[in-house]
Structures are given as structure tokens and as C-alpha cells.
């Protein structure tokens, strides 16, 4: 089966970094996408893997190993505005992306 | 540039009824895709359009329906509401499938049936 795990609640403090992990399983791999989603709104695209290693975007980051089926969204000098759910996806091997449940943040002044 | 607009915002509905949900893109985007998502769960496929003419199931088809009679519409119909189909429906685009393709959503419609 598909599957994508990410851990559904994590509290970080203004001004801090926080990593959100996000493991898979899929039926082939075309590249990992990280969105963003605040409450009552749509997604909105932040990343994207499809190669091992870090990508770097401003005050987010994105790292990728396909071996251990494992990404991560790292956020630096966390702000207010970053309480939001993220969510991580997988393109599987027939273009469709399959999604985890998202993982809710919550920052603290 | 509007993007991809969805209507309605949000309604509610008696079990039974039937409902179409409407989408609508400028982008001339060729790949539409439906997704409803549900508290504690990610979004789930419902049904997606990878080009005009042709469309195809995803996860949860059952109970929808979907036509692509050109680039820019994608509606999807309950034909019969269950409560069960109580959700948040959105609608994204992307430019093709290549897999570098960035899906952009709309605003989503808040559906409830009763």
C-alpha cells in the first residue's frame, strides 16, 4: 500500500527552527512536494525533491533521501505567520500525488 | 489572472439531492484534479483530468462525477448526496504531469449534507 507519515501536531517557540519529518512509502517515486495550508485556506506550494540532498528557499529548507524514503521541512526564525498546517506529498509512479495528513504548527510567542 | 476559481463557497444540502461543484481555471493548465479532504486524513483524489476530453478515477470516485469538455472547466457532480460526502472539496491544476509540475489549488468549496 501508499503511505505517507508525518507527525500531526508540533509547537515551536517565535524566533526558533523546527524540523517536520515526513517518511514514505509508495508505488514508484517522481519527486516529494512540501505545501503549506493556514486554516480555512488552500494549499500553497513551498518545495519540491526529486534528488537526495537540501534545497534551500529563504527561511525554509527541504531535504530528500529516497534510500531511506525520508524528507524534511526545516523552518528557520520561525514568525507567527507560520502557524499553518504543512503537508507532504508524494508523486507516485503514475504522476498522481498521494498525501499525508499534514502536520499542524503551532508557534508561540 | 483569477487562477482557479471554485463555486460554491461553501453549501448545504439535503441527502438525496444532487449537486454539481463548479471549477474553473485560466491558466490554460492541461492536468485538473479533484481532492476532498477531511479532518485527520490527507487529501484524498477523487477524480483527475491529465488533458481535455479525458478524465480518470483516483482514490475515492464513488458517488462522483466528473467531465473535461474543455482546458479551462472541471465540474464535479454528486449525483446523489450521502453525509458521508461532507467535506472540503478543492480543485488544483497543474501545466502537464511531468513530475516538476507545481499543482495550484483553488479556494475550495465547504460542503455539508444533511
Known amino acids: 500500500g501508499q503511505n505517507i507519515d508525518q507527525p500531526t501536531e508540533m509547537t515551536a517557540t517565535e524566533g526558533a527552527i523546527v524540523q517536520i519529518n515526513c517518511t514514505y512509502q509508495?508505488?514508484?517515486?517522481?519527486?516529494l512536494f512540501w505545501y503549506q495550508q493556514h486554516a480555512g485556506e488552500a494549499p500553497t506550494f513551498l518545495s519540491y525533491?526529486?534528488l537526495d540532498g537540501l534545497e534551500e528557499k529563504g527561511r525554509f529548507s527541504s531535504f530528500l533521501s529516497r534510500s531511506k524514503g525520508y524528507s524534511y521541512l526545516l523552518l528557520k526564525e520561525l514568525q507567527m505567520k507560520d502557524s499553518a498546517s504543512y503537508l507532504c506529498?508524494?508523486?507516485?509512479?503514475?504522476?498522481?500525488?498521494?498525501w499525508g495528513a499534514g502536520t499542524k504548527l503551532i508557534i508561540k510567542p | 489572472i483569477a487562477g482557479i476559481t471554485q463555486a460554491p463557497t461553501s453549501q448545504i444540502l439535503a441527502a438525496g439531492r444532487r449537486m454539481t461543484l463548479r471549477c474553473t481555471q485560466d491558466?490554460?493548465?492541461?492536468?485538473m484534479y479533484w481532492y476532498r479532504q477531511d479532518l485527520g486524513l490527507g487529501l484524498r483524489l477523487i477524480h483527475y483530468?491529465?488533458?481535455?476530453?479525458?478524465?480518470g478515477k483516483g482514490e475515492v470516485p464513488d458517488g462522483y462525477s466528473v467531465s473535461r469538455a474543455n482546458t479551462d472547466d472541471f465540474p464535479l457532480t454528486l449525483a446523489s448526496a450521502v453525509p458521508s460526502q461532507t467535506s472540503v472539496y478543492f480543485c488544483?491544476?497543474?501545466?502537464?504531469?511531468?513530475?516538476?509540475?507545481?499543482?495550484?489549488f483553488g479556494p475550495g468549496t465547504r460542503l455539508t449534507v444533511l
Open positions: 488544483a491544476s497543474r501545466p502537464g504531469t511531468s513530475d516538476t509540475d507545481t499543482q495550484y
Open positions: 491558466m490554460r493548465h492541461n492536468a
Open positions: 483530468s491529465n488533458t481535455a476530453g479525458t478524465t
Open positions: 509508495t508505488s514508484g517515486f517522481n519527486g
Open positions: 525533491n526529486v
Open positions: 506529498a508524494v508523486e507516485d509512479s503514475n504522476y498522481q500525488l498521494i
